[in-house]
């Protein structure tokens, strides 16, 4: 049910994966100034005792300085996200329907639609943890590049897992308002003949030219050099890995799914037992195979766009538990519900 004083779930950030993002700024900006120093010292060309302790203070303070620039940068973006993340729905709400440019003609029923599935957007965005409104904002922006036609650089994972965080929790809040496939589909289908007349039309969004600027290439050989890397601690693991860990897939899995792409599928019972275990836990088998026919489909005939029908068969063939699940490993916060804006 929805109100006014009703506040959306916020939830609550995983102290694990907090402890490893501190532990990853630590290493990587300690690693980048003591390269910086060792860099300037070896410029010095002072010799003898002096021009030792010169070279010794040469590093301190280069080091030293290093380091406060990083720690200052990390403030000034930190504050760029919890002034996104402060701002007010209303606020926000402003901004969105001045991006998306709806017709003034537009009846106003149909406006008001539009603007309540508008704000269930708004509303997933400012959901999202601060740590991901950075690449919220970009990724959005990303986001507009392709839908005028342009071609924007490749998504970096946290703009991928912020997109698509929001992405489902905006699904979510309107399947809770049209809870049947019928009604859902419906909704799509008015959302795609309103949107027509807006600055981001709804079969512009679901495009695959559209889509693909959100996608994680992942190379299963590649990305299992790079977790051996990753243990022996001479590479960092690759966005890929990066994924794939963080639904808990082996790379020897994650190479189970490639059947997908196959027609017919391939190994089809390994598939439905690999989403299964770490995907769809929640979800019956029975729907889990339907949910792979799609994907499949999709990735074999390639269409233009996931039409309406393909979209509503994905949403309700996924237990809702699920989608909370996904929302919680994107976002790194606990789904405890999603509520409608």
Do not use: C
Request: net charge positive; proline share 4%; glycine share 6%.
């Amino acid at each position: 049910m929805s109100g006014e004083n009703q506040k959306p779930d916020v939830p609550q950030e995983n102290p694990k994966e907090a402890m490893k993002k501190e532990g990853k700024w630590k290493w990587n900006n300690l690693s980048s100034a003591f390269s910086k120093a060792k860099e300037k010292v070896k410029k010095a060309k002072e010799k003898g005792p002096l021009g030792l302790w010169t070279k010794i203070t040469i590093f301190w303070e280069t080091f030293s300085n290093e380091m406060k620039g990083i720690k200052a940068e990390e403030k000034k973006v930190s504050a760029e996200a919890k002034a996104e993340a402060g701002k007010s729905i209303k606020a926000k709400m402003k901004e969105a329907k001045e991006a998306v440019k709806l017709d003034d003609k537009t009846p106003a029923a149909d406006k008001e639609f539009y603007d309540e599935v508008l704000a269930m957007g708004v509303t997933a965005g400012n959901e999202l943890p601060v740590e991901l409104q950075d690449a919220f904002k970009s990724g959005k922006g990303k986001l507009a590049q392709a839908v005028r036609g342009e071609t924007p650089e490749d998504s970096t994972l946290d703009e991928v897992k912020a997109m698509a965080g929001a992405g489902l929790l905006t699904v979510t809040k309107l399947k809770a308002k049209y809870n049947n496939p019928t009604k859902f589909k419906d909704a799509l289908d008015r959302l795609d003949k309103i949107s027509d007349s807006s600055a981001y039309p709804l079969k512009k969004l679901l495009s695959m030219t559209v889509l693909k600027i959100f996608k994680i290439k992942i190379d299963v050989a590649g990305e299992a050099l790079k977790g051996v890397g990753s243990m022996l601690r001479v590479s960092e693991k690759g966005d890929g890995m990066k994924l794939l860990d963080s639904l808990n897939l082996s790379v020897s899995d994650a190479k189970k799914l490639g059947g997908l792409k196959k027609q017919p599928i391939e190994n089809e019972s390994n598939i439905v037992a690999v989403m299964k275990k770490s995907i769809f836990p929640n979800t019956d088998e029975g729907k889990i195979r339907n949910v792979a026919k799609i994907v499949n489909k999709l990735l074999v005939e390639k269409p233009d766009r996931v039409d309406n029908q393909v979209l509503t068969n994905l949403v309700f063939n996924i237990d809702d538990r699920d989608m909370k699940r996904l929302i919680e490993i994107l976002t790194g916060k606990k789904a405890e519900g999603a509520k409608i804006a």
